[in-house]
């Protein structure tokens, strides 16, 4: 009898996502909230068919080189930074990814944070809960979005979403990308650095990638208007967090916003190991939030479903969804 293929799910899931996979696989599943170590992961995957994979894993070619029988790496992102597909096409495996489920709940969140972040929100929070409330004061006055101008570098799918979001608020959008932009729709189009020089709000919507790493440093951050704030839902190696921090003990910088971080980015070897202190600091001008971009329950549900899904399809000899060396796998289907 030909045993069920394995699939390895290094994080916890809905009990849906692991009853659609267990209907046709074995399955060995992470049951904690925290990641296993890479070794653990690798240890479990040597024998395995199919890997769903998740912000905490880092796939390279030495991992490859341990799991020989892999064939398919499901990923529930949107970016794959953190596999190298280069080296999974030399083994003639499959990465899929979900473009589009986290697009959404991500634009959302970051029109939170620049709320947050222009309207000193945490900081009257924690003022509330430390020292009480007795009545109106003239304190914290900031930035509204209103009237504002908001730049959004890198104008895909989730810059696109920024972006409509802030049109009811009545804000000029100026928008960076090096593909086109429509600019019908309320955006015009504008030069990186005249991005950074016009905007009260500057947003980021790129994915991490060797151009974009580091793009935010303390050249551009010195071309951003003072006072102005800086928001990053995207990838955290986007920005260099210490230039950040200078920034905002010279004041140039009035904020900084952000869901992700630099010492997530694990294709960095080179990159920190945690937040640099001054932005987590009691009373930094910082509003720091820990990557719940796409943590709304219906998003992360459909999300899991969908890699799944292409999980199996790829398991089943189909070209799978979402798949991003497809061009690759189209000649390995036809040479094969």
């Known amino acids: 009898m030909t045993k069920s293929p394995l699939i390895v799910l290094t ?30 992961v690798i240890e479990r995957c040597r024998e395995a068919s199919g890997l ?7 796939i390279d070619r030495a991992f490859l080189e341990r799991c020989p029988r892999l064939k398919v ?10 596999i ?35 309207r000193h929100i945490p900081l009257g929070d924690v003022g509330i809960r430390h020292q009480g409330f007795a009545g109106w004061r003239p304190q914290l006055y900031g930035t509204g979005i209103g009237h504002s101008t908001v730049g959004i570098v890198g104008f895909g799918l989730v810059g696109q979403a920024i972006a409509r979001r802030l049109r009811g608020f009545g804000c000029r959008i100026v928008a960076f990308d090096t593909r086109p932009i429509d600019e019908g729709a309320g955006v015009e189009r504008a030069a990186f650095d005249d991005v950074l020089k016009l905007s009260d709000f500057v947003v980021l919507g790129l994915p991490l990638t ?56 694990w294709a960095r070897p080179q ?21 719940i971009g796409s943590a709304v329950t219906s998003a992360r549900r ?20 979402g798949l991003v060396n497809i061009k690759n796998m189209k000649t390995a289907a036809l040479t094969g």
């Not at 692991?18 to 209907?23: G, K, P, S």
């Not at 990159?271 to 820990?290: E, K, W």
């Not at 459909?302 to 969804?321: D, H, M, V, W």
């Open 52 to 58: 769903m994979a998740f912000m905490t894993d880092r």
């Open 271 to 291: 990159r920190p190991m945690s937040i640099d202190a001054r932005l987590t600091a009691p009373g930094a001008r910082t509003v720091l939030t820990p990557h």
């Open 210 to 265: 060797e151009t974009t790493t580091g793009l935010i440093d303390a050249k551009a951050i010195a071309r951003m208007k003072p006072g102005a704030l800086l928001v990053n839902p995207a990838r955290g190696s986007l920005v260099e967090e210490a230039a950040v921090a200078d920034a905002l003990e010279s004041g140039h910088l009035g904020g900084y916003a952000a869901d992700v971080f630099e010492c997530e980015d």
């Open 73 to 82: 790496i499901g990923a529930a992102l949107k970016g794959y930074d953190n």
């Open 302 to 321: 459909q999300i899991e479903l969908s890699t799944a899904n292409s999980i199996l399809q790829a398991l089943a000899g189909q070209l799978p969804a």
């Open 11 to 40: 994080s916890r899931v809905f009990p849906e996502t692991r009853a659609a996979l267990e209907r046709v696989a074995r399955i060995v599943a992470n049951e904690n909230s925290e990641p296993w170590s890479r070794d653990e």
């Open 84 to 118: 190298d597909v280069d080296a999974a096409n030399e083994r003639g495996v499959q990465v899929t990814i979900v473009p589009d489920l986290l697009t959404e709940p991500t634009a959302e969140l970051a029109i939170g944070l620049m709320i947050a972040l222009g």
